[in-house]
C-alpha cells in the first residue's frame, strides 16, 4: 500500500502545479490534500477521493526583490 499511497501523492501534487499553471501562475504558495472517501484495499484496486485547495500566484522580480503580482 505504501507504493500506491505515494504514486497517489505524487500525482495530486503533479495536478496541482498544472492547475496553477492553468491558471497563468508562477508559484504555488501552498495546498491542502483531504481525503474525501476511500475503501479497503481489495485484490484488484484501491479507490481513493480527494479534495486539493490551495493557493496560487504570480511572482515577479522587482529591483532584486520578488513582489507579488497577482493571488488567486
Same mark, same amino acid.
Given at each position: 500500500?505504501? *507504493?500506491? /499511497?505515494?504514486? /497517489?501523492? =505524487?500525482?495530486?501534487? &503533479?495536478?496541482? $502545479? &498544472?492547475?496553477? !499553471? !492553468?491558471?497563468?501562475? =508562477?508559484? +504555488?504558495? #501552498?495546498? *491542502?490534500? %483531504?481525503? $474525501?472517501?476511500? %475503501?479497503? *484495499? @481489495? +485484490? *484488484? #484496486?484501491?479507490? =481513493?477521493?480527494?479534495?486539493? @485547495? ?7 522580480? @522587482? @529591483? ?9
Amino acid at each position: 500500500m505504501g *507504493k500506491f /499511497f505515494q504514486e /497517489f501523492l =505524487n500525482e495530486a501534487q &503533479a495536478i496541482a $502545479r &498544472a492547475h496553477v !499553471a !492553468a491558471l497563468q501562475g =508562477n508559484v +504555488l504558495l #501552498s495546498y *491542502k490534500i %483531504t481525503p $474525501r472517501q476511500s %475503501t479497503v *484495499k @481489495s +485484490l *484488484k #484496486s484501491v479507490y =481513493n477521493m480527494i479534495s486539493i @485547495s490551495g493557493d496560487a500566484a504570480i511572482i515577479v522580480p @522587482s @529591483s532584486g526583490m520578488f513582489s507579488l503580482a497577482h493571488a488567486y
